[in-house]
């Protein structure tokens, strides 16, 4: 800020990068106590978020846009409350997804990854981590993300990979990490294995293909149904139900593999589902996981007949070489012209894709490394259960237990290049393993140098999973691990609870003996304002960069984070967007006639203050805000708190405290100064309990408020003084309430009430904004609190004060006049003067026309066939419509009658 005056209008373009820089520039996104600085208290608790890290790749939008304003809310809230607060950045190598980009570049040269070679491959991707991953880091910052980036993190950086090669070993040494052939999921595309919850799977139309399994003594055959036909090359056996009578007399007997004519056996198993198909099951253990487990129970020979890319192998026979939806259709066409197939028909099939790549994943028996998950699946479980960690909402918690107790061991190798290489090493001449945290220079058993490591790397989720202690320095003992670890608190989006909070407590729990964090929250997923979710396809994507271009942070923000409950999906509509952009415009519009106030003010008075009804009212419900806040924060409910801060700044400050105080303000004196205080006062409550939801203009408001009070009369000064900066003030304490709250407030509604009913009127009459009108009312025992303020309620109602009667009892009630009673109060409005006699005649006479001729209508319509013909529902309506013109006459007839 240059200068005292505040601008005219906000201009958030202006003011976010200057004001992000300022914070930066001044530490204050630093922890207040912290081991690397003199004085480190130990003692003190801090609050610590390691940050859900981006993937390196990745260019912001919603999903970014709502983590990091929800963590950063959090982040501020305890830093104004005076906890040391660390929020840790970083970001996450992102194996498949970069492995990806990186190829794309070079095929846009020509080139491709094998013609490459593993090393040259690996220095182009540090070359294009390099020109592009900071993007995504300088996205976040433009959210107003309050991250100590001194301690910013990458997966694949030096200290972590360490952190992996240590969890790696570890698990090892403890026999929790196998090699082995297993049943995993293969992407042909991205040429690797993939996890279960790196597959999505989609409703597609498919095809149910019917064939027939000859006895192999040439007595008949069973009839077999596959939505794969190309996967009867890799068949072992043909299953059919024990208690199925159709083919209870086949199982034992021998069948014919279709065009490859090898033989297998006709068993029994439960798993086969009568009613699906024909009753046959074609049993292929090497391409179907139920069938893997067949074909363990059965001693069933394991055929693999697709290659790495998905084509067929030289067990597939004569099509050896073709690509797995060629060989389909090729298969098929020459059992058709053998005589083998009995029908098809359209089916309706779940299909797995990959997550990244989106093609067919194929189920592939591989061997692959696996995680022996179960014992650190039990601790993960026990400590859920046991209250060391809670999750918000707690309905995912029974989620959670369901998932973990089924889980299966983790395929944690991947054939890719970019990511952490597996520390294994293999000896050409022993034949032995070595695993070691080093680099070896020779194999552990035999001493030969003649060792190669293993060409595969981890699982992204492998080094993530160790996110919240490995950022802190582990495995080495630092001071940060000591002090920040275990952190507070882990949010992210329930989408990916399994994915990564799972293993990171898995995790926690086996390499630090401790929870990683106490508390998980979880937030919902970010869809149109129709509830669909946004994809490019149909063009429903909001762009949060274009948005905050547009519209500013603070109004995406706050969006997002009054919008939000946990664990509950979010429909953003870019109208809210709009609307919490003119928020902002209106808090700033407060602020310049706030400091007006402050520039304006009268000299210090000598006596105590004097508080107006409207001062004392502001005040008490400023407090009961204040109180709610910290109940709904404390409760993890801060899009309520959101939406309670914007009605009470907008429906309470502004549209009735201001509107007073500019009556205030012009009697001048020691009202002045004490509406001057009150205005300043509850204004800076306002912005500090908004800061965490909109820091930008908070901020930049904050500090002319500042300078505004330190150099006007009124002086006003927080409880513990003027802070550096709001980033770093103190967040608004609740207080107890107090005797006179109760019937301060009591008494302001019902000049509330009073004030609404005699505007709703004067719209409904169409009276000018600007004319002022007479007006008498029966106070009862409310006399004397109206009397005092029937100033305010003349300004407010736009009453003339020279026909504005207040009285126990009119002993003579204003004829004719519309009235209404509000808490006992009669409120009387003459009409006489109030409009135009002729004019209100004449229109009403109008309206009355109209609505006569739809009752005639209606009446019509009933009264034919249509009642008799048309659905229930519709005639229901159109009586219902009826009976509403009907009312709407009777009340005109009897507003003429008034007349």
């Known amino acids: 800020m240059q200068e005292n005056t505040l601008p005219k209008t906000y201009d958030f373009s202006s003011v976010e990068e200057r004001i992000y820089a300022q914070w930066e520039e001044k530490g204050f996104f630093k922890p207040s106590n ?140 403890k026999g929790m990490i196998y090699r082995g052939p297993r049943m995993i999921n293969w992407s042909p595309g991205l040429r690797t294995a993939v996890s279960d919850l790196e597959v999505e799977y989609s409703q597609e139309q498919g095809t149910l293909y019917y064939f027939k399994y000859m006895l192999a003594d040439g007595s008949g055959y069973i009839p077999v149904a596959t939505t794969r036909p190309e996967t009867i090359l890799g068949d072992s056996a043909v299953a059919v139900h024990p208690e199925d009578e159709r083919y209870r007399a086949f199982v034992g007997k021998q069948v014919v593999v279709p065009i490859l004519g090898r033989a297998i056996p006709v068993i029994a198993d439960d798993y086969v589902d009568r ?63 053998a005589g083998l197939t009995l029908k098809t028909e359209p089916y309706m099939m779940s299909v797995p894709r990959s997550q990244r790549g989106g093609e067919l994943v194929e189920p592939m028996v591989s061997t692959q490394w696996f995680v022996r998950i179960k014992p650190m699946a039990e601790a993960a479980l026990e400590a859920v259960r046991d209250g060391r960690i809670r999750i918000v909402p707690e309905r995912f918690t029974k989620v959670y237990y369901n998932w973990m107790e089924g889980i299966q061991d983790w395929c944690i190798s991947r054939q890719l290049w970019w990511g952490h290489r597996i520390p294994v090493w293999y000896c050409a001449d022993c034949g032995q393993m070595t695993v070691a945290r080093e680099d070896p220079a020779s194999c552990a058993h035999c001493g030969s140098r003649r060792i190669e490591q293993d060409p595969d790397v981890l699982d992204t989720w492998f080094s993530s999973g160790l996110w919240p202690f490995s950022t802190l320095g582990w495995p080495e003992q630092t001071a940060d691990l000591a002090y920040f670890y275990p952190t507070s608190l882990l949010e992210t989006g329930y989408d990916i609870l399994f994915f990564w909070v799972s293993r990171m407590i898995m995790a926690g729990l086996e390499f630090t003996g401790q929870v990683p964090f106490n508390t998980v929250y979880l937030h919902g997923l970010i869809r149109d304002e129709h509830g669909q979710k946004m994809s490019k396809s149909k063009g429903n994507v909001v762009d949060p960069l274009v948005v905050m271009n547009e519209m500013g942070t603070d109004a995406l923000r706050f969006t997002l984070l009054v919008g939000s409950t946990p664990g509950s999906d979010i429909n953003l509509s870019l109208k809210k967007v709009e609307a919490n952009r003119n928020f902002a415009n209106k808090l700033w519009n407060i602020g310049r006639f706030v400091l007006g106030a402050l520039d304006q003010a009268p000299p210090t008075p000598e006596r105590e203050p004097n508080w107006t009804l409207a001062d004392s009212w502001i005040w008490a419900r400023m407090q009961e805000l204040v109180r709610s806040v910290d109940r709904l924060f404390a409760a993890y409910q801060y899009g309520e708190a959101g939406r309670q801060i914007y009605d009470f700044v907008w429906g309470e400050f502004a549209d009735w405290y201001v509107e007073i105080a500019k009556l205030q303000l012009a009697e001048g004196g020691e009202k002045a100064f004490w509406t001057g205080y009150t205005l300043v006062r509850v204004f800076d409550i306002c912005l500090r309990l908004l800061h965490p939801f909109t820091p930008f203009v908070t901020e930049e408001l904050w500090g002319y408020l500042k300078k505004a009070s330190q150099a006007s009369s009124v002086a006003f000064t927080p409880g513990k003084g003027w802070e550096e900066a709001l980033i770093v003030a103190r967040f608004p304490e609740p207080r107890p309430l107090e005797g006179w709250e109760a019937q301060t407030v009591e008494d302001f509604t019902l000049l509330q009430e009073i004030v609404r009913g005699i505007r709703n009127l004067r719209t409904e009459k169409k009276v000018p904004p600007s004319r002022r009108i007479p007006a008498a009312l029966a106070c009862g025992d409310r006399l004397a609190v109206l009397k005092a303020q029937a100033g305010t309620i003349a300004h407010l109602a736009m009453i003339d004060p020279q026909q504005f009667r207040l009285e126990h009892t009119l002993a003579e009630k204003p004829s004719p006049a519309v009235s209404f009673v509000v808490a006992g109060v009669e409120i009387y409005l003459p009409l006489a003067g109030l409009v135009d006699a002729s004019e209100e005649k004449a229109r009403l006479e109008k309206e009355l026309a109209e609505t006569a001729s739809q009752v005639l209508r209606l009446e019509a319509l009933l009264a034919s066939s249509f009642a008799e013909k048309a659905p229930a529902a519709v005639v229901e309506k159109e009586r219902q419509k009826l009976a509403t013109y009907k009312e709407t006459a009777a009340r005109l007839q009897g507003q003429l009658e008034a007349l």
Request: glycine residues 10%.
């Open 275 to 337: 009613a699906f198909g024909t009753g046959g099951l074609k049993v292929t253990p090497g391409h179907d996981p139920n069938d893997y487990l067949i074909g363990q129970r059965h001693g069933l020979e394991v055929i693999s007949v697709m290659d790495e890319a998905a084509r067929i192998n030289q067990n597939g026979g004569p099509y050896a070489g073709l690509d797995r939806f060629e060989c389909r259709k090729r298969i098929w066409a020459d059992m058709e012209a």
């Open 34 to 173: 912290d081991p690397k600085n003199a004085g480190f208290d130990p003692s003190i608790k801090p609050f610590v978020i390691s940050i859900p890290p981006p993937n390196v790749t990745g260019e912001l939008h919603l999903g970014h846009a709502m983590f990091v304003s929800m963590e950063d809310l959090m982040i501020r809230y305890h830093r104004m409350k005076g906890v040391p607060t660390l929020w840790v950045p970083g970001s996450d190598h992102a194996g498949i997804a970069t492995q990806l980009q990186v190829e794309k570049m070079l095929a846009a040269e020509g080139l491709s990854r094998d013609a490459l070679g593993r090393e040259e491959f690996i220095r182009r991707a540090w070359e294009w981590k390099t020109k592009y991953g900071g993007i995504i880091t300088k996205q976040i910052r433009r959210l107003g993300a309050s991250c100590d980036w001194d301690r910013e993190r990458f997966t694949l950086d030096e200290g972590l990979s360490r952190a992996v090669r240590e969890a790696f070993v570890h698990l090892y040494e």
